[in-house]
Every structure is written in structure tokens, then in C-alpha cells.
T-cell receptor
Framework: NAGVTQTPKFQVLKTGQSMTLQCAQD?????MSWYRQDPGMGLRLIHY???????DQGEVPNGYNVSRSTTEDFPLRLLSAAPSQTSVYFC?????????????FGPGTRLTVL | KNEVEQSPQNLTAQEGEFITINCSYS?????LHWLQQHPGGGIVSLFM???GKKKHGRLIATINIQEKHSSLHITASHPRDSAVYIC????????????FGQGTRLTINP
């Protein structure tokens, strides 16, 4: 199994540009989530999905969209990038919500918005 | 508010020392996770526990539900243990989402 994969690893955007961060898992996990990690702060939840076709907002959803058309893929879209979105983004998955299962994280995407 | 507090924020020790990192949380939880993040690296799950104690190699994690407190211990520490250690909990309410502590940056000098 490849686990959780993320692309790209690094990205530089200009303010106002849009882009999609890709996340995929091959473990047939129901629950997937996106976090951002900023210096001095814990990881914060952006959006999550409990299964294909079902998504919901996390703690810091503004400026981001998600969709879950398949179990495997959970892309994160930045609609109009802002410098405040400069961060490291992690995608994670776990077997299912409501059960205490091990969390699997992707390698992260380091995004800089100029 | 559901909160997770870790201490210390930074810890520097010499190779071979016994290391303890602490995590406290505010209300009842269904599970607590200890995660490891190496510099510039991804995040790896070390332990998930809801009671008692777990051991994996030189790492030991304990949790005291009544005290709302968990500790991560590293015995015979080694420079390769240098990383950020993150505590995360799943609160019973309002949802099963993970809430993360700010992390403890551990540096082990040879």
C-alpha cells in the first residue's frame, strides 16, 4: 500500500491564483481530512469527509473547497489564494469516523502565497 | 472549550537520558494519539490509547483518564529521536474530530 499520498510537495502561488492540492489513499478508509500547520499552532482542521459524497467544514474552512467523488480521493481547492494561506497542508485518513482508529498522514504540501 | 495542552514546548537533552513529554486535556475523550514529526517530514502515528499503558520499543505512552493526562516517555534517548511530538485527542462532544496540541520540540544531543 502507498498509504496517503499528496501532490505537489511544494507550490508557490501569486495572490489571487487558484489551485488544487491532491490527496489519495489506497486503504479503503472512509474518513479523510485536511489540516493546515502553522508555526506556533497545532494542526487545524480545514474540511473533512466521512465517505464518498459527504463533506463538512472544520475549524478554518474559509477560502477552501473540497469534494469527495470517490473513496480514494479528497482534493482541496484554493479558490483565490491569499498570503494568509501560506502554510503546510496535511491530508489524513482513518478507517472510519466514530471509531478510534489509527490516523495516517500524507507527507504534506508546503504552500507559499506571494 | 475543548483544549489540549502539551509541556514542555521545547526540550533539549543528552543522549541516553530518560525523556517525558506531558499532555493534558480539558474534558472527556474517547481516544488520545501521540504523533511524531521529524524536521521537514511527515507525521507518523506512534500510539493510540484510551486507557492504561502502551509500549513500543523505547517508547512508552500512559494515560490517566481521571486526571485527564497522558505522558510519552522515551528511554535511552538517541539523536534520531529528535523530532516534534504531538498529542491529539478525540473528544466525546461535539464530534469525533481530532484536536491537536501545539507539539513538543525534542532535541537529543550526542
Amino acid at each position: 500500500n502507498a498509504g496517503v499520498t499528496q501532490t505537489p510537495k511544494f507550490q508557490v502561488l501569486k495572490t489571487g491564483q487558484s489551485m488544487t492540492l491532491q490527496c489519495a489513499q489506497d486503504m479503503n478508509h472512509e474518513y479523510m481530512s485536511w489540516y493546515r500547520q502553522d508555526p506556533g499552532m497545532g494542526l487545524r482542521l480545514i474540511h473533512y469527509s466521512v465517505g464518498a459524497g459527504i463533506t463538512d467544514q472544520g475549524e478554518v474552512p474559509n477560502g477552501y473547497n473540497v469534494s469527495r467523488s470517490t473513496t480514494e480521493d479528497f482534493p482541496l481547492r484554493l479558490l483565490s489564494a491569499a498570503p494568509s494561506q501560506t502554510s503546510v497542508y496535511f491530508c489524513a485518513s482513518t478507517l472510519s469516523r466514530g471509531r478510534d482508529n489509527e490516523q495516517f498522514f500524507g507527507p504534506g504540501t508546503r504552500l507559499t502565497v506571494l | 472549550k475543548n483544549e489540549v495542552e502539551q509541556s514542555p514546548q521545547n526540550l533539549t537533552a543528552q543522549e541516553g537520558e530518560f525523556i517525558t513529554i506531558n499532555c493534558s486535556y480539558s474534558v472527556g475523550i474517547s481516544a488520545l494519539h501521540w504523533l511524531q514529526q521529524h524536521p521537514g517530514g511527515g507525521i507518523v502515528s506512534l500510539f493510540m490509547l484510551s486507557s492504561g499503558k502502551k509500549k513500543h520499543g523505547r517508547l512508552i505512552a500512559t494515560i490517566n483518564i481521571q486526571e485527564k493526562h497522558s505522558s510519552l516517555h522515551i528511554t535511552a534517548s538517541h539523536p534520531r529521536d529528535s523530532a516534534v511530538y504531538i498529542c491529539a485527542v478525540t473528544f466525546f462532544f461535539p464530534s469525533q474530530k481530532l484536536v491537536f496540541g501545539q507539539g513538543t520540540r525534542l532535541t537529543i544531543n550526542p
